[in-house]
């Protein structure tokens, strides 16, 4: 049987399911392989899971506020309604992730790639956005206010042009 005090770095967790689970104290979520894991409602909030990997799990309504996610790989994941308050996603790979309502202020997604990220509802306010990838993501109604956009790339086809 799996036990959350067995996780450490670099353990192989897919497909597990962690509902709600609190994993604040790991030591370590470093290289850990959360592929398909049911991560709903858990709680990561100050971890370290740098070079995890989320490919296709479910974290929504996850709690990730202050985590060091570094180097994450999570395609396709869905972080819906997510925390992710402040937390570090340097270079992370969110291409195709769902992060509608997810709350990112004052994240760090430098150069971070989110092509074809769900990001509807979004809460970006205060995060640093540079060289960040965001072609082809759904954008609508995200909150950029006061957002770093340095280098960030967007892709407008087909927008609307209010000003016309």
């Given at each position: 049987m799996f036990k959350i005090e067995d996780i450490k770095y670099g353990t192989d967790i897919r497909c597990v399911d962690l509902r709600g689970a609190d994993l604040r104290d790991a030591v370590s979520l470093n290289k850990c392989d959360f592929t398909a894991?049911?991560?709903?409602?858990?709680?990561?909030?100050?971890?370290?899971?740098?070079?995890?990997?989320?490919?296709?799990?479910?974290?929504?309504?996850?709690?990730?506020?202050?985590?060091?996610?570094?180097?994450?790989?999570?395609?396709?994941?869905?972080f819906q309604g997510a925390k992710l308050r402040d937390s570090n996603l340097t270079d992370a790979k969110l291409v195709g992730a769902d992060l509608r309502g997810a709350d990112l202020r004052g994240a760090c997604l430098y150069i971070a790639d989110l092509r074809g990220a769900d990001l509807r509802g979004a809460d970006l306010r205060g995060a640093d956005l540079h060289g960040a990838d965001f072609r082809g993501a759904d954008i609508e109604g995200v909150n950029f206010q006061g957002a770093n956009f340095g280098a960030a790339r967007f892709d407008f086809h087909g927008a609307v042009d209010d000003c016309a």
């Open positions: 894991a049911n991560l709903e409602g858990a709680n990561f909030n100050g971890v370290s899971a740098s070079e995890a990997t989320f490919n296709v799990a479910n974290l929504t309504d996850a709690k990730l506020e202050g985590a060091n996610l570094r180097w994450l790989l999570a395609f396709g994941a869905s």
